[in-house]
């Protein structure tokens, strides 16, 4: 094979025979081969090639790019620890290992093994779910916006949902309640003000065309100061009143008291349908620490009727997340270990100490890295749930903190930027945040410092100016 400049590409056919070539088809091959091999052939004749070398090099590279997993781990440093675009709550050893049981051949996923009949997908969860709620039945699927919509759909179609006017949410992705309202084919009728809604603003809407109430959690803001809302009970007791269902979207939705482990408090599934709410749902992806499900719980007749929802088919979850929603509702079983062995809960526990012996055991570590152009140290900050959950509390933490020596303002804007860049691009992507004209690296979803302190050790920033 020649390395000589060439104005004009060898055939397809000739570049196949070459050792090079052989060697990838072995490895890769013939049709991606062969794919990579074209579109290099057309980089030679635009003058972007000129000799076989290159062109080998190129359809290398360009099959090891095909080839990279896009999906990958990241080590999350943001301080936010429920990250809906870092996926959210990390999964238990138990509910990896009970997703791997299933995935590996056929299982009873919609099968008795009692009677040898078809069974319901549902049966692996509910009876857990029904035993950590109190609710009545439950059903499952693939998260929680697609419950809200299943239950308005198959409770509402075709009639009215009240809702205060101050519950409007809008979540992450500019998915809002009114829009999914309008989905699920039933009629929005807004009551009260942004700031206060009273008793008499919902009992004086409900008419012939009310099908039910809709009350939802305001988790991801907080409206405060000259404010007035209706608790669960006192909805409950309008709604039954009238003869009509009380739904409750809870969004996260914990299935314990956060404030027992220190945390800010948020509505327990158990708590709020023992005040007479007739369905909830909720995330099984978020407080609760699971894989991404909606979870719907309540009246037996209601989960019976959502079921029967065509939509419920379309919305179902598959068997591994059934899988790990199963092993993660049985940890819940022991209170005494729930907090250890189930990981959102015991990053959102941890302790500032601890968060800060893990930061100056990284310490050196980072400083290998950065070399001597970068300042860098240890700074107490605060984290934040995340996902919605409680977004005025923080959560005292502590990070790294890499702050630029450049005098100008723009300078430094700029390398803090390249420093950001720099660490998503190394072995495993390290994503922190950039405030208070530094980047900080929030510790306290590090509990395994050697293996990111490894790959520090073992690479070198280089300042763009130097590149």
């Known amino acids: 094979m020649s390395s000589a400049p060439s104005s004009r590409p060898p055939s397809v056919d ?7 070539v052989k060697d990838l088809i072995a490895c890769h091959g013939r049709t991606l081969v062969l794919g990579a091999l074209r579109s290099g052939l057309q980089r030679w004749r635009d003058g972007l090639i000129h000799d076989e070398q290159s062109l080998l090099s190129d359809v290398r590279a360009r099959l ?16 936010t620890v429920i990250h809906t675009n870092l996926g959210r709550a990390p999964l238990p050893p138990e509910a990896i290992e009970a997703m791997t049981a299933v995935a590996i051949g056929a299982s009873n996923l919609e099968y008795e093994l009692d009677s040898g009949q078809r069974g319901d997908r549902d049966a692996h969860v509910e009876d857990w779910i029904c035993r950590l709620t109190g ?53 929005l009728r807004e009551v009260g003000t942004t700031n206060r ?40 007791a309008i709604a039954h009143d009238h003869g009509i269902p009380l739904v409750v979207d809870l969004g ?40 991404q499900a909606g979870i719907i719980a309540g009246r037996a007749d209601l989960i019976a009727r959502i079921r029967k929802s ?59 890295w950065t070399g001597n152009s970068i300042d860098v140290d240890r700074t107490d900050t605060l984290s934040q749930i995340g996902s919605g959950s409680q977004p005025l509390d923080r959560l005292p933490s502590a990070s790294l ?36 004209d530094s980047v900080l690296l929030d510790c306290r979803c590090v509990e395994e410092p050697d293996t990111l302190a490894s790959q520090w050790r073992s690479h070198r920033y280089v300042p763009e100016t130097a590149a």
Request: with cysteine; net charge positive; aromatic share 4%.
């Open 252 to 291: 996260s939705g914990s299935l314990i008291d956060m404030q027992e482990l220190g945390l800010p408090a948020e509505p327990v599934v158990r708590d709020v349908l023992a005040q007479g709410v007739d369905v909830v749902t909720f995330s099984g992806d978020k407080l609760l620490g699971g894989p």
């Open 135 to 187: 609710a009545e039945a439950a059903t499952v699927v693939n998260n929680n916006a697609a419950a809200v919509l299943l239950v308005l759909n198959a409770l509402a179609l075709r009639k009215e949902v009240i809702v205060s006017r101050g519950e409007l949410i809008e979540i992450g992705g500019s998915f809002r309640l009114p829009d999914i309202m309008g989905r699920a084919g039933c009629k």
């Open 14 to 20: 000739k570049t196949l025979a070459w050792p090079g």
């Open 197 to 236: 809604t009273h008793k008499h603003d919902f009992a004086d809407a409900i008419g012939k065309s009310t099908a039910l109430l809709l009350k939802a959690h305001t988790s991801n803001y907080a409206v405060q100061g000259f404010t007035s809302s209706l608790s669960e009970s006192e909805l409950a």
């Open 310 to 368: 065509p939509l419920k088919r379309a919305l179902r979850c598959d068997k591994l997340t059934l899988a790990a929603l199963s092993a993660v509702l049985r940890l819940y079983a022991n209170p005494e270990t729930l907090v250890q062995r189930i990981p959102v809960l015991r990053l959102l526990s941890r302790e500032q100490t601890a968060i800060r012996a893990t930061v100056e055991a990284l310490l050196p570590a980072l400083r290998s």
């Open 401 to 436: 903190r890499l702050r630029s020596q450049q005098g100008n303002k723009r300078a430094r804007s700029r390398e803090l930027r390249e420093l950001a860049s720099q660490l998503r691009k190394l072995p495993v992507p390290v994503i922190g945040r950039i405030a208070d």
């Open 64 to 79: 090891e790019g095909w080839l990279t997993p896009s999906f990958k781990p990241v080590f999350n440093l943001t301080g």
